[in-house]
């Protein structure tokens, strides 16, 4: 149990980290979206007297410091006229008005509520708890929209270093608008507290579980495994099939780390557990904890780098640079977003069984890769080599990685008789979204009127 003392110490921090933060340029110019908040209960209070609003559901992950559980119920407890605890708080940008940002429907993905709808957080809390369900696309089974990533109880530190964590990829989400970085829908419990979670939208597989399916789809194409033994012969078309499913894949994992890097941020953690699918299977970046704004206080004027923390992320996707603790920037995340793309193709781990010392002998300091499979694209192939390239100056931006990949996805899409408008499905999906809301909120609007003899206003 902390004391008084420690906690102050801990607040005082935490408070001194989310002021450094505030101060950057992105949050200046960039406008947080109207985000509700929700109460969490204490472990020793009955459910009757209980402040809990959610009712939590099977554990969808584990990381160092967090937890996401699904949120299979919302159940509105505090009054309309309660104060909200994150009014004052340094962890949510305040919305501002002047700004129209997020005022853009085309940015909206399916499901969601455009907040241009929505006139106070409580009408967004109201919607929430009306809506913690959806349907299939075929309008059949139901499934939890959202998901609750809190810390994880184990020691004080460890607490601590979730709490501001996950007080960090608050602040970044609450003004990240992409449709390929997961959605931050509200926050819960008290600031800077035990009990304090991020409401996200739930996703439904990572894309380290989708690796691994692939991985078991191409040993039966390849005339491995059970299946192929009975079978035989090698399937050409399914082995294309894998390709063109990962350039996709890897085309919209570019997009969403283009947006970050056009914000002057870096994201710096790039791995396949740190990216999944929703339900309708498109795919969401998520875990912004090490998301770090590139601002002139830490520019390095000799390397024309920033001075960043040493050894952020993980090793088998970590740039050379950050390894070894120089100064690093954006192209740290094409190194990893380099070694993640091969992993999707060659449906194998790059530095399998690497050790940390054996990782800085033969990749950071002996420059390894593994081999690219010369049956893949020439434009592919020469991708993945200027994304690890071991000169940071050497690699691509995300701008050219997004124009090679469309390419390579629309050449790709032509030999499988695809469909090349998923590039612009956001704004189907967005379209689609806004005519649900409206459905929604004229039968809700009918059922209040037959109610009470009146529309609510």
């Known amino acids: 149990m902390a004391s008084q003392q420690e906690i102050a110490d801990f607040l005082k921090r935490a408070q001194t980290k989310l002021n450094e933060t505030s101060a950057g340029v992105f949050f200046q110019r960039n406008n947080a979206r109207l985000l509700p908040s929700f109460d969490r209960g204490s472990e020793d209070s009955d459910e009757k ?3 809990e609003e959610f009712k939590l559901g099977e554990t969808l992950g584990r990381g160092a410091f967090c937890e996401v559980r699904e949120i299979t119920a919302i159940m509105l407890k505090r009054p309309t006229d309660a104060k ?3 009014a004052s708080s340094l962890i949510l940008p305040l919305p501002k008005e002047t700004r129209n940002s997020d005022r853009d429907i085309t940015n909206t993905d399916e499901g969601e509520f455009p907040t241009n709808l929505f006139q106070s957080k ?11 369900m959806r349907k299939d696309d075929d309008g ?5 929209r959202y998901a609750l990533k809190q810390v994880k109880m184990v020691n004080m530190k460890q607490v601590e270093t979730g709490l501001i964590d996950l007080s960090l990829e608050a602040k970044f989400l609450s003004c990240l608008n992409h449709p390929n970085i997961i959605k931050l829908r509200g926050v819960a419990g008290e600031p800077l507290s035990p009990n304090f979670g991020l409401v996200l939208d739930r996703l439904y597989m990572t894309l380290k579980d989708q690796i691994d399916a692939w991985t078991a789809e191409k040993k039966v194409a390849n005339g491995t495994g059970l299946c192929a033994c009975l079978f035989g012969s090698v399937d050409t078309h399914a082995i294309s099939s894998l390709i063109f499913s990962a350039t996709t894949v890897a085309y919209d994992l570019s997009c969403a780390l283009r947006h970050i890097h056009s914000l002057n941020l870096v994201y710096r953690d790039i791995k ?8 309708r299977g498109d795919l969401k970046l998520f875990d912004m904890g090490f998301c770090k704004e590139l601002t002139n206080k830490i520019h390095d004027e000799q390397s024309g780098m920033y001075k960043l923390t040493q050894l952020t992320g993980s090793p088998p996707y970590m740039a050379p640079e950050n390894f070894l603790g120089k100064p690093y920037g954006k192209p740290v995340d094409v190194f990893s977003f380099g070694v993640l793309f091969w992993e999707m193709l060659h449906c194998k781990l790059a530095f399998y069984g690497y050790k940390f010392r054996e990782y800085q002998m033969r990749v950071v300091e002996g420059n390894y890769r593994p081999p690219i499979n010369e049956s893949l694209t020439s434009r592919v192939q020469e991708l993945i080599k200027e994304c690890w390239a071991p000169d940071p100056k050497k690699r691509p931006t995300f701008d050219r990685i997004c124009l090679s990949l469309r390419a390579e996805h629309g050449e790709l899409a032509n030999e499988h008789g695809e469909d090349q408008g998923g590039i612009t499905r956001s704004i189907r999906l967005a379209n689609k979204s806004v005519r649900s809301f409206r459905i929604h909120a004229k039968r809700r609007s009918s059922i209040e009127m037959s109610e009470h003899g009146q529309f609510e206003h």
């Not at 409580?122 to 913690?132: A, C, G, L, V, W």
């Not at 059949?140 to 939890?144: C, E, Q, R, V």
């Not at 396949?272 to 699918?277: H, I, L, R, S, V």
């Open 49 to 51: 007297n209980s402040k």
């Open 122 to 132: 409580d009408e967004i809390r109201k919607y929430m708890s009306e809506n913690f």
């Open 140 to 144: 059949l089974g139901n499934h939890p």
């Open 272 to 279: 396949p557990e740190n990216a999944g699918f929703d339900v």
């Open 84 to 86: 909200d605890p994150f």
